[in-house]
Every structure is written in C-alpha cells, then in structure tokens.
C-alpha cells in the first residue's frame, strides 16, 4: 500500500494552482501520500477509496469516504471542491462527476497510464491505458493549462497527464470596434 512515498511531480508542479484553503478531493486516494502533502499544504482534504485499510491509514487527515466508485453512486454528488487528485486510476465513467466536482476555479489535477505502457510494464490491458488525447476529450468545457503524452523514464512507464481548471465565469464576448459601414 502507498502512502509514504513523495507525491508525484505532476501533483506538485500543478498544486499551486489551487485556490488558497480551498477543499481538495483525492480520488482512489490509497494510504494518502496526496493528502498529506496537499494538508501539510493547508487544504482541507478528502479522501476516497474502496480499502478500509488504505483509508485508515489516512485517519486524522480529514474526510475520508469508503466507496467502490465502479459500482456504486458518486458519493459526491452536488459537492464541489478546489481540486480533485487522480494519480494511476483510470474509471471512464467517473470522468463527468469529477468535472461536475470542480468548483469555478477549481483544477482537475489527473495523472495515469496510457497506450504503450503494455511495452515496459504493467497496466498492460487496453482497458486500464488511455488512448491518445483520450484525457484531452474528458476536459472539454475545462481550460487545459498542461497536458502531456508520453514516456517516463524513471520508472519506464507511458502516461498521459492534464491540468485542468473550471474557468470562474463565462468568457465574456469583448465589444465589436470599429467603423459601421456608412448609411
């Protein structure tokens, strides 16, 4: 089980991102190593997993949630959060409600395993690998500020990665300027 080990460099490089004191959702969140940092980082965390013992592990943090989220309801429904965290899961179905789970402002911060990942290693299972631009697709509606595809030398694995935010309010449409055509 995970829990102590460093926070994935993509979780770090993006969490500055998040609003100040906002409420951070990590999901299939295992043993906490994303929850501890983003806590030690003054956010308000929750966490959700299917393990009892992963999310007892995190006991003192803060909201912890026992849920099988392939198989049951979103437990988060009409919730909002600062961030939601998914680092190495992968459930396409889910991927509306952690749009939806984003407050105005709020970062979808996701990292996991894609296509090419069969060559060097485990999840090698089509199902468990995202297809190219797959996680691109998912955010559309979101302002994409990082998305990368590829190869990752230490460990060898593929994954495809975004940062992504729920803008804070419709883009407003700037005044047409310029000459009306003469009467």
């Known amino acids: 089980m995970h829990g102590t080990e460093t926070p994935s460099d993509w979780v770090r490089r993006w969490a500055p991102l998040i609003p100040s004191g906002s409420t951070v959702l990590d999901v299939a969140c295992g043993a906490g190593r994303h929850l501890r940092w983003l806590h030690g980082l003054g956010h308000p965390v929750v966490g959700v997993d299917q393990s009892a013992q992963a999310l007892d592990a995190c006991a003192g943090l803060g909201e912890m949630v026992r849920a099988d989220l392939e198989s049951g309801p979103w437990p988060f429904a ?35 395993f894609a296509r090419g990942n069969e060559t060097v290693g485990r999840p090698a299972r089509a199902e468990f690998l995202l297809a190219p631009g797959e996680l691109l697709h998912a955010c559309a509606g979101l302002r994409v500020v990082a998305y990368e595809d590829g190869f990752l030398p230490d460990p060898e694995r593929f994954v495809q990665r975004i940062a992504a935010v729920r803008e804070l309010a419709e883009p407003v449409t700037p005044p047409r300027y310029g000459l009306s055509p003469a009467a």
């Open 78 to 112: 009409g919730r909002q959060f600062g961030a939601v965290v998914v680092t190495n899961y992968l459930w396409r179905p889910l991927w509306p409600a952690l749009v939806a789970s984003l407050m105005p402002g709020g970062v979808l911060v996701y990292e996991t």
